[in-house]
């Protein structure tokens, strides 16, 4: 790799750590490492047309652009690793632009160019377009495309796929993971969109599979796949007659949501007790209307599904309580998307919007009524509760005194004590061999009640 690559690497942390925790994440690791390697003769030889996907802390990314790359965009799933990239490229920002001073004042110089005055050196700009959406328009005549392989196979299968339809019909795809983490089926659905798949030789427990020649004989895209819920833990939470011939939820996922289009254990643990969540279809709200407030505050119940994944539960919401606002949020650029569709599938509306553990909802401090919370307990292949008990403190902050928030989480992660503490007296409702179900409701202490 290029000093210059190297000196921005170094810059880099792994945001919103430093870098310092002995067990925490890195901000560079081998597998970046690796593909930037590998990418660095094919980017001298064409700077343009660089699509990076799933860089997780803006190593891939700004090692392109110090390699050379004219300009690179970029689609990262978790909203998170976006904030990370952006931390990163201006962290980094002044060592990418001497960098690239240094690369061009070491050119070769044309002839007519000697006698007069050296060629002023401006700071070059970053280069960088981030894609909210993983759509068309990321991959329109991408030539080459870095890629961190991602944990599921669904996911992998809409990227190659989408790749293979609109990149350039000359475009190489290099997939990085840790060995551990690989298996042969990555090949597999790799070689079902592409003529051309190789792996690498494995290095510090990394290793590359090359995928070139977009296949023209595929079939339709795979994803998003839609699935027809009738189950009966979805049936009693939106109240639907046993009889009716067309009850359901129908449910639209994208290849990286999580439990893609069917119904988890967690989530439907949580439905089976539907019947135990508080009443909202007759609830006059909490807040009075006010011109200057948005439409969400005009004197309605206020429910929210915070980490909503495909959307399931914001849809039963909106089912169950079609009086009651109903917001979804999900850090997963997939999730927001299947979730969106998800609602549109059902015939209902909700707001759904983008956040890390529910930072972005557009609800002021003590306006909701009820939250449902289902919380990730990992990060790709890593056990991490982090994100679970940021979620409990944006519940603390936006329920009211009286809301309730419903957790469904694995029995032996012991939140019970986490949410008192977040969002107060916290009552264990039901549990089976895997989950717990809690109900916690919010308390706003005062001197009296101290």
Not at 71 to 99: F, P
Not at 332 to 344: I, K
Request: charged share 20%; proline share 8%; net charge negative.
């Amino acid at each position: 790799m290029s000093p210059e690559a190297d000196a921005v690497l170094a810059r880099l942390l792994p945001y919103p750590e430093d870098g310092t925790r002995a067990d925490g994440p890195v901000a560079v690791d081998a597998t970046d490492r690796l593909l930037l390697d590998e990418a660095a003769p094919l980017i001298e030889r064409d700077p343009d047309g660089v699509v990076v996907i799933g860089d997780r802390f803006g190593a891939l990314t700004l090692g392109a652009l110090a390699l050379g790359a004219n300009s690179v965009r970029v689609h990262q799933d978790a909203i998170t690793a976006e904030a990370a990239l952006d931390a990163n490229a201006k962290r980094a920002s002044q060592t990418l632009w001497a960098g690239r001073a240094r690369a061009t004042a070491n050119a070769p110089v044309p002839d007519e160019l000697v006698p007069d005055e050296p060629v002023p050196h401006e700071p070059v700009p970053l280069g960088m377009t981030v894609h909210d959406k993983f759509e068309p328009r990321l991959l329109a005549g991408a030539r080459l495309v870095l890629l961190q392989l991602p944990a599921s196979l669904a996911e992998l299968t809409e990227l190659a796929e989408r790749v293979a339809r609109h990149a350039d019909p000359g475009v190489t795809l290099l997939a990085g993971g840790r060995v551990k983490h690989m298996t042969h089926a990555m090949n597999d659905v790799l070689g079902a969109s592409f003529t051309q798949v190789s792996a690498s030789l494995a290095r510090q427990k990394s290793r590359l599979l090359i995928a070139r020649e977009p296949r023209s004989d595929v079939g339709p895209l795979t994803y998003p796949v839609t699935a027809r819920l009738t189950d009966r833990e979805v049936l009693d939470a939106i109240n639907a007659p046993e009889a009716a011939p067309d009850a359901g939820l129908t449910v639209v996922a994208h290849g990286a949501a999580f439990a893609g289009a069917a119904l988890d254990l967690g989530t439907r643990f949580l439905l089976a007790q539907a019947h135990r969540w508080p009443d909202l279809s007759d609830a006059p709200g909490t807040l009075p209307a006010s011109p200057h407030s948005p439409n969400y505050l005009d004197g309605r119940p206020v429910a929210v599904d915070l980490g909503c994944g495909t959307g399931i539960l914001a849809t039963v919401l909106a089912l169950r309580y079609p009086g009651a606002h109903v917001l979804a949020t999900d850090r997963s650029a997939a999730a927001c998307t299947s979730a969106a569709a998800t609602l549109a599938a059902n015939g209902v509306r909700a707001a759904v919007v983008r956040g890390d553990a529910g930072d972005s909802l557009p609800l002021p401090d003590g306006s909701a009524d009820l939250v449902l919370l289902n919380p990730p307990f990992h990060d790709r292949a890593a056990l991490s509760t982090d994100a679970a008990h940021r979620m409990f403190a944006t519940a603390g902050r936006i329920l009211h005194d009286g809301g309730e928030l419903w957790t469904v989480f694995n029995t032996g992660l012991h939140y019970r004590r986490a949410l008192e503490r977040a969002v107060g007296p916290t009552e264990h409702i039901a549990q089976n061999p895997k989950f717990t179900v809690t109900r916690s409701l919010r308390k706003v202490l005062t001197d009296g009640s101290v």
